[in-house]
């Protein structure tokens, strides 16, 4: 039998199908910002999944989204997608599709997919955190995902930096996300070019266009710019780390998305600042700060479709 996998993101949706051991035998993407209405992303990827997979062969479709409600199905307020208020996704899906459906944080799937098919295997307690257009947060404790009351746990892009800081979408002013993601090192790098004079290859790059793969090159010729955006970058996520730390003690935290793929340029500045930060009770536990266990390209799918093995089997 196999999953569906469908991950929502503020840029993209990607979506696939997975057999149970992990292995991708199909997957596509669509725009998630052509789609003002969300019937219509559901319905563009129905069609693409029905036209090369018999879902007479389909257990059921997992879903991970971003201020996604796991107990209602719904994705709430989220403020990177082009939809507003409470959309009832899983329904939607169920009724489009035929399929039954699970849906979850984006970053709650992304942690299972870790615990499952990554390194965080055999561990029971550890934080995935998602650096793509925003920053989210999958929380494990005692081998289970923290939902909480009302089911959005783990919203660690959302926790405080400074209260005087950058306007968020969420409607909030100083988020982590609005310094540590794609969106927010771009932030940075803009700062920086106004605040420095030395030449540097991001200049004249426009905001849009400015990617942190771009980014990540400008490093490794020695930008200084950009060498100055990561060491800021990780010294905000490290701080915030040694404050997730204290809350759930892990094990491990994971890094994983675009800005994780920088490598040294941000593990480092976080890794130090991290234990620079850590009460001194977590001094010396061992907590590991590594990259995810999957591929990029395929932790999404297999993320959102181990959902379906873990609530729908």
């Not at 003690?249 to 675009?258: M, R, S």
């Amino acid at each position: 039998m196999y999953a569906i996998g469908i991950d929502v993101g503020g840029t993209n949706t990607k979506f696939g199908v997975a057999n149970e051991s992990g292995e991708i035998v199909f997957q596509s993407r669509v725009k998630t910002q052509e789609y003002a209405d969300y019937h219509e992303l559901v319905a563009a990827v129905g069609a693409a999944l029905s036209a090369e997979f018999d879902f007479k062969n389909i257990h059921g479709i997992g879903v991970g989204a971003p201020n996604a409600n796991y107990y209602e199905g719904t994705i709430e307020e989220a403020p990177n997608l082009p939809w507003k208020g409470t959309v009832p996704f899983a329904k939607t899906i169920e009724k489009t599709l035929g399929l039954k459906c699970v849906l979850t944080n984006d970053a709650n799937a992304a942690a299972l997919g870790e615990m499952v098919y990554g390194h965080a295997k055999g561990m029971t307690d550890f934080i995935v955190i998602t650096l793509g257009t925003g920053l989210g947060g999958g929380v494990v404790v005692a081998g289970d995902l923290v939902y909480g009351k009302h089911g959005f746990a783990g919203e660690l892009g959302h926790t405080l930096v400074s209260a005087h800081g950058r306007h968020c979408a969420c409607g909030k002013i100083g988020c982590l996300e609005t310094y540590v993601s794609a969106t927010g090192i771009r932030r940075t790098i803009y700062k920086l070019l106004a605040d420095y004079t030395e030449p540097s290859l991001l200049r004249g790059v426009s905001y849009d266009d400015l990617s942190t793969r771009f980014i990540t090159e400008a490093a490794e010729k020695g930008d200084l710019i950009a060498l100055e955006a990561f060491k800021y970058t990780g010294r905000v996520l490290g701080m915030k780390l040694s404050d997730f730390i204290v809350h759930t003690d892990p094990e491990a935290i994971f890094l994983l998305g675009g800005l994780a793929r920088s490598g040294k340029f941000l593990f480092e500045p976080a890794q130090e600042h991290m234990e620079k930060h850590l009460m001194p009770l977590f001094k010396g536990r061992g907590i590991k700060l590594q990259p995810s266990g999957l591929k990029d390209d395929d932790a999404p799918i297999l993320g959102a479709s181990s959902l379906v093995w873990k609530y729908l089997v």
